[in-house]
């Protein structure tokens, strides 16, 4: 029986548990952790993208003010190098090779960045005044930093012993029916976009802390993260090579992560190394600049798409050359993002044939991983972007050619001919909801409204489709504690999206306890053994998942005990409002009293692991209106309507920040971010100065409604919706832009960011 109270139970707006305790100022993330004893560490990075080099002398450093240790590479030999975890299948049937990132250079860098030595001091300024006198020669290379350059193959080799700047190819679908399907094709559509290298930017910067106890020989560290069973285990295996259980992780509160705070980082054994040297605890935070330069960035490819079109206007085939970036090094899940864009790039059609190649380069700048979708959003760009320009070429409405196209609910389940399984979907269904919901058929009366004003409007729409949710479980302990309040132990991390809350409404369902009484523990190792951590929008589908059966394991558990208590059977009983009640009776047991009344500790704890096959599909439409200043080109987005596809909502309220942060992070990349290298591996735009963050001026109110169909591949039949918003809105946002354009100078392309220099340029250059 569910008798929790209803706005506390799943699909309630319940309010954020989190956020008092951070309002009042009672945070406590990495940096402001203080442990007795701590010292701080700094890191010596290279000014130059490429070049070798020679450590001439530490000894001032070493015997700066307040110092206590200089390391360099020597000195740290026995240290493995910051791993690739990843591998991707070459055509041919073999796998890459890796160029890993040392946790210090030995005696070349690779990107402006590099780290080469470590400075540990009293203070944070005292280290810093330190680091300046360690004394390098530089001697400087060209670099390659130009992903146009590298995939031509004119470009200097950032690693001469592999002869290429190629990290791997790889293909998905066959080329020979592809090629058959073009060549009798009644219309071929062809773009060439640029997906832009972004920085994440989250609120609070990296931050670590290594301590060493030598009578265990085991180390701790505290850093913010997505997850400590991960960071654990590529530190301990790769780096420092030892047993797991030697290493403890902890994470305390974490300022934002969107995929770049899950990897594994060369600050981490450093500060790890030096606390076992010092035998005192030692911090590094990263400053903003720093975050710039050492931070994995995001995006950053070059896609060439054709669509092959019958009669009908429906899409045979597609054909797609993919070139990614992958920095200097190859960052911890790298390899694997490109190749997620190949399997969902046919995105909400049903296109018979697919042949897609990717290649992956080398290049002297920061290593590139997953950001905030990864790799999905750079599907969703480009098939959005090639369906929006097919139609504009056969003089199709952009609706209607989308309908021809879309897999039918009929059809489901249905295969990609990216290899994913699709469960259910109504496409039609909300594309049409966002329709009406910005009164599209209303849009030439605005946009006449607006050109009278001496504006360019232009609507644009994208249909996405995301994976996410992958197969896979998470486990969830559950423990009612002797003050009757349930503590959950679970190893997804939360960076600000809500966790407490979510799990809590889980629990709330199926056991009738106060909301404010559940506990969440996340960001231990020591609490559990395994943990998954946060990412691929995983955390509720398949966390809730398994919090909701442990919850049902004991609410059980906790009626059988009440039984015993007041002699009632256990389908008598019901939990509610802090007690066991037996059911038309004023006969009840505090929870405190079922915990006292345990005769066992395994009484009081559930467990489950809930084993999801295959992920999960969110899906929708997100629909742009923007107006375009021509004298100035400044785009302005005036609307902004979104129907989504999340299957079960557990909290409409957390849905609603993740979809207006995820549109957010879209727009900043379609109209504000980009990460510039010089041509001698400079980045241009290395603090806020330079590079530009999307503001709340930039944005207008968003109009977000759901057409939830239920998953059937999750046990609660809930979609992931960390990264959705981020997928959908990029393609609208630029479609917007493109329509605009087209509409006033039929120009046909603009790549991101649409910035107010780019568009000025682009309609006077089209007028001339």
């Given at each position: 029986?569910?008798m ?7 699909g ?21 952790i203080?442990k ?16 070798s ?11 700066a ?6 390391l ?8 493995g ?16 090779e890796?160029?890993n ?34 004394e ?36 998905t ?37 290594g ?17 400590v ?7 301990a295996?790769?780096?420092l ?7 403890r ?34 911090k590094w ?22 669509a092959?079109i ?18 200097a090094?190859l960052?911890q ?5 490109p ?36 790799g999905?959003p ?33 059809q489901?389940?249905?295969?990609t001919?990216g ?25 030439d009366?605005?946009?006449a409204?607006?050109?009278a ?17 992958f ?12 003050d009757?309040?349930i503590?959950?132990?679970?190893g ?8 407490a809350t979510?799990?809590s409404?889980?629990?709330?369902d ?9 506990v ?13 951590g946060?990412?691929?929008s995983?955390s509720i589908p398949l ?22 208590e007041l ?32 005769k ?5 704890v559930a ?18 209106e ?8 400044i785009v302005e ?18 849905l ?11 727009i ?10 010089s041509?001698?591996g400079?980045?241009l ?8 963050m ?16 239920p998953?059937?591949t999750?046990?609660l039949?809930?979609k992931g ?9 990029c393609?609208a946002v630029m479609?917007?832009v ?6 006033a ?11 107010p ?12």
């Open positions: 029986m569910n929790a109270t209803p706005k506390f139970g799943v309630a707006s319940a309010l954020r548990k989190e956020d008092l305790p951070l309002l009042r100022g009672e945070g406590a993330y990495t940096s402001d203080v007795d004893g701590e010292l701080r560490g700094v890191v010596v990075r290279s000014p130059h993208a490429s070049a080099f020679r450590i001439v002398s530490i000894q001032a450093a070493q015997e003010p307040g110092v206590h240790l200089v360099t590479a020597k000195d740290i030999e026995h240290l190098d910051v791993p690739c975890l990843m591998r991707v299948t070459q055509p041919d049937g073999t796998e890459h890796v160029r990132a040392p946790v210090l250079c030995r005696d070349r860098v690779r990107h402006v960045g590099d780290a080469v030595a470590f400075v540990v001091a009293d203070t944070q300024s005292l280290a810093e005044d330190a680091a300046e006198l360690v390098i020669d530089w001697d400087m290379d060209e670099a390659n930093t130009s992903l146009p350059l590298a995939a031509s193959g004119d470009a200097v080799l950032v690693w001469p012993e592999l002869g290429t700047n190629i990290v791997y190819e790889h293909q679908g066959d080329p020979a029916p592809v090629a058959a399907a073009f060549a009798t094709a009644a219309h071929v559509t062809e773009i060439t976009i640029v997906n832009n290298r972004l920085v994440s930017n989250y609120m609070e910067t990296r931050a670590a802390i301590q060493w106890d030598r009578e265990t020989g085991s180390f701790t560290l505290t850093s913010g993260s997505q997850g069973h991960g960071l654990r285990h590529s530190i295996r790769h780096i090579r030892i047993d797991p259980e030697k290493l992780v902890i994470t305390p509160d974490v300022g934002g992560g969107f995929g770049t705070k899950a990897f594994t980082y060369r600050e981490y054994p450093l500060v790890l190394e030096a606390a076992r040297r010092l035998e005192r605890p030692v935070v990263a400053s903003r600049n720093e975050h710039f330069l050492a931070d994995s960035h995001g995006r950053d490819s070059i896609v060439r798409a054709a092959a019958d009669a009908g206007g429906r899409m045979t085939a597609l054909r797609i050359r993919m070139d990614a970036n992958m920095g090094y960052s899940y790298a390899p694997l993002i190749t997620s864009a190949a399997i969902m790039v046919t995105g909400v059609y049903d296109i018979p044939l697919l042949d897609m190649r990717i290649r992956a380069f080398y290049t002297n700048t920061t290593p590139v991983d997953a950001y905030r979708g990864a999905r750079e599907a969703a760009y480009v098939i959005e972007r090639l369906v929006e320009a097919a139609a504009r070429e056969l003089e199709i409405p952009r609706e209607e050619f989308r309908r021809r196209n879309f897999i039918r609910p009929e489901f389940p249905y295969r001919q290899g994913r399984l699709y469960d259910v979907g109504e496409f039609d269904g909300h594309m049409t909801a966002a329709m009406a919901l910005a009164d599209w058929s209303g849009f009366a605005r946009s409204e607006a050109k004003r001496g504006r360019l409007r232009g609507i644009g729409m994208s249909t996405y489709i995301e994976a996410c949710a197969a896979g479980s998470e486990p969830a302990k559950l423990q009612l504690n002797e009757g309040t503590t959950l132990f679970i997804t991390q939360t960076n600000g999206q809500g966790h979510a799990y409404q889980f629990i709330a199926k056991i009738g306890i106060d909301f404010d009484r559940i969440v523990r996340q960001g231990d190792t020591a609490d559990l053994a395994r943990g998954g946060t990412g691929g995983r966390g809730g998942v398994s919090v909701a059966s442990a919850s049902e394991g004991l609410s059980e558990k906790m009626k059988r005990i009440a039984g015993d002699e009632a059977a256990v389908e008598d009983i019901e939990l509610v409002a802090g007690e066991a009640r037996v059911v038309g009776t004023d006969q009840s047991l505090s929870f405190e009293r079922i915990a006292k009344a345990a066992a500790a395994d009484d009081l467990i489950a692991d809930v084993e999801q096959d295959e992920a999960t599909y969110p899906n929708g439409t997100h629909i742009v923007v107006e375009i200043d021509p004298e100035t080109g987005i005036v609307n902004y309507q979104a129907v989504d596809d999340f299957g079960v909502t557990v909290n409409p309220v957390l609603l920040g993740q979809v207006h942060g995820g549109i957010v992070q879209g900043g990349q379609c109209l504000n971010e980009e990460a510039v290298y041509e001698d400079q980045l735009t290395a603090s806020f100065m330079d590079y530009c999307p503001r709340a001026a930039d944005t207008p109110f968003f109009k977000f409604e759901t057409r939830n169909v998953s059937t999750n046990a039949g809930i919706a960390g990264e959705a918003a981020t997928i959908g809105a393609p479609n917007a493109v329509d605009a354009l087209y509409r100078n039929g120009v046909t392309g603009i790549d991101m960011p649409a910035t220099q780019k568009v000025w340029q682009v309609l006077n250059g089209a007028s001339t």
